[in-house]
T-cell receptor, first 113, second 117 residues
Framework: NAGVTQTPKFQVLKTGQSMTLQCAQD?????MYWYRQDPGMGLRLIYY???????DKGEVPNGYNVSRLNKREFSLRLESAAPSQTSVYFC????????????FGSGTRLTVV | AQKITQTQPGMFVQEKEAVTLDCTYD???????LFWYKQPSSGEMIFLIY??????QNATEGRYSLNFQKARKSANLVISASQLGDSAMYFC??????????????FGQGTELSVKP
């Protein structure tokens, strides 16, 4: 099925460990995004990539890095996980020149202990 | 800077009644889009409805309608004939400018709707 695929779906990390969240889309979208969702705060943008080869910081980029590997894939890396990064992470993609067509992945529930 | 505000953390509605979820926004860009998403307990984000800043008519999609009041900068979601399956978290979101900002969506804090039988 066409859409946005995130892996893994669940992850538990110890403080200080690193990990990469993977995201891939098969809709030929130019733009991709990483959000985190915390209770009472909605979805907050971490990083986004307007097109292949570009990345920009969002609202809450500290503690994260991203890589736009190609048009399909946009990964999010936690270099040294902290308990404050416990959250649900969503990847999304869209066609930048259209207001429509945002597609979200199913989310990654990350717990840092 | 763009901002989305949802002032109702939680709402209750009786089954088959209509309910309005509030959303106000702030932007200086004349070109923007407003979205509503539903997030059930399973966690996925489900697109409900979209309103463009230049659209003359309020958007409607089945039981969902968007009450767009541009001068007041509000974009309230109206759900008619509520169903038990409408119980979920609802998010209002905005995108500024067609070619600016990489197309990023900015979200409100969300409103949790509970439908009572």
């Amino acid at each position: 099925n066409a859409g946005v695929t995130q892996t893994p779906k669940f992850q538990v990390l110890k403080t200080g460990q690193s990990m990469t969240l993977q995201c891939a889309q098969d809709m030929n979208h130019n733009s991709m995004y990483w959000y985190r969702q915390d209770p009472g705060m909605g979805l907050r943008l971490i990083y986004y990539s307007a097109s292949e080869g570009t990345t920009d910081k969002g609202e809450v980029p500290n503690g994260y890095n991203v890589s736009r590997l190609n048009k399909r894939e946009f990964s999010l890396r936690l270099e040294s996980a902290a308990p404050s990064q416990t959250s649900v992470y969503f990847c999304a993609s869209s066609e930048a020149q259209s207001f429509y067509g945002y597609t979200f992945g199913s989310g990654t529930r990350l717990t840092v202990v | 800077a763009q901002k989305i505000t949802q002032t109702q953390p939680g709402m209750f509605v009786q089954e088959k009644e209509a309910v309005t979820l509030d959303c106000t926004y702030d932007t200086s860009d004349p070109s923007y889009g407003l979205f509503w998403y539903k997030q059930p307990s399973s966690g996925e984000m489900i697109f409900l409805i979209y309103q463009g800043s230049y659209d003359q008519q309020n958007a409607t999609e089945g039981r969902y309608s968007l009450n767009f009041q541009k001068a007041r900068k509000s974009a309230n979601l109206v759900i008619s004939a509520s169903q038990l399956g409408d119980s979920a978290m609802y998010f209002c979101a905005m995108r500024e400018g067609l070619r600016n900002q990489g197309g990023k969506l900015i979200f409100g804090q969300g409103t949790e709707l509970s439908v009572k039988p």
